[in-house]
């Protein structure tokens, strides 16, 4: 978060380096242009939950770097890209308000992206040692690839998280791993796993974690915890679809 808020606020110029520099500096070459990205993808702050020319921005350098420097990291990031935008019309409903990857309306997403997204992660892969970007794409591609929400399938997209933590710990690695397993296991299991992230203080400000905490309670019919919960995650909450989505939330428990 901190890192999409410098880029804002500095209006850093990006400029893809020279060839010759590109390895030396791919990593914080694809760290910016994934914040970009998500940036446009899901606003940090604000009115709207997403902002297309941010992110279309991302995956016409995303192509750049793919075409200069083809390694597993520069296909992953690109196929991730494509298969978050390919859902971006379905994210929101005409009045901006934000809709959950279980209630999206599937026919709204783009066919094209997924295909040429699902090509590139077959292609990344494939290409060890697999990368952060190229785990995450892959975790995106078993989403997309599934017809309906129920056909998830969440017993690979857990292996896939397993493998992030290894090759990328972090708190919120965690935490998506978390609701992963609540999806596969049932929610007290990741009801469970949140706590004991949110119990070590790692995620103090992230009001998804919160959210994700209230989402299990409510799941398991803990309405007043839940309630508690959802307050702390709204409290932490700066973009308006966001705090509405949470707001209803609570109305619908209350």
């Known amino acids: 978060m901190r890192g999409k808020g410098k880029i804002r606020e500095a209006k850093i110029p990006f400029v893809v380096p020279a060839l010759a520099d590109l390895p030396d500096r791919l990593d914080a070459v694809l760290t910016v242009v994934y914040l970009v ?12 939950l997403t902002r297309p020319d941010l992110s279309h921005e991302a995956i016409r350098l995303g192509r750049i770097l793919v075409e200069m420097l083809p390694d597993a990291e520069t296909l992953g990031l690109l196929a991730l890209m494509l298969l978050h935008d390919s859902r971006r019309l379905a994210r929101a409903s005409d009045a901006g308000d934000l809709i959950l990857l279980d209630q999206q309306d599937r026919t709204r997403w783009n066919q094209a992206q ?16 697999i990368g952060s970007y190229a785990i995450q794409a892959a975790i995106a591609s078993v989403h997309a690839q599934a017809s309906e929400a129920g056909q998830t399938n969440w017993r690979e997209i857990v292996v896939w998280y397993d493998l992030q933590l290894r090759a990328n710990p972090s708190p ?34 992230y009001h998804l974690g919160y959210a994700a905490k209230a989402d299990m309670l409510r799941r ?23 705090r509405r989505f949470i707001e209803q939330r609570l109305r619908d428990i209350s």
């Open 172 to 205: 919120i690695v965690e935490l998506n791993r978390a609701v992963a397993v609540a999806m596969r296991d049932g929610p007290q299991v990741g009801l469970l796993l949140i706590d004991a992230i949110l119990e070590r203080g790692d995620l103090a400000d």
């Open 220 to 242: 398991l019919e803990r309405y007043d915890a839940a309630r508690v919960t959802y307050r702390l995650a709204l409290e932490r909450t700066q973009q308006e679809p966001e």
């Open 37 to 48: 990205f998500h940036e446009g993808y899901a606003a940090s702050s604000g009115a709207v």
């Open 114 to 129: 997924i295909a040429e997204g699902v090509d590139w992660v077959r292609q990344a892969v494939a290409m060890p040692p």
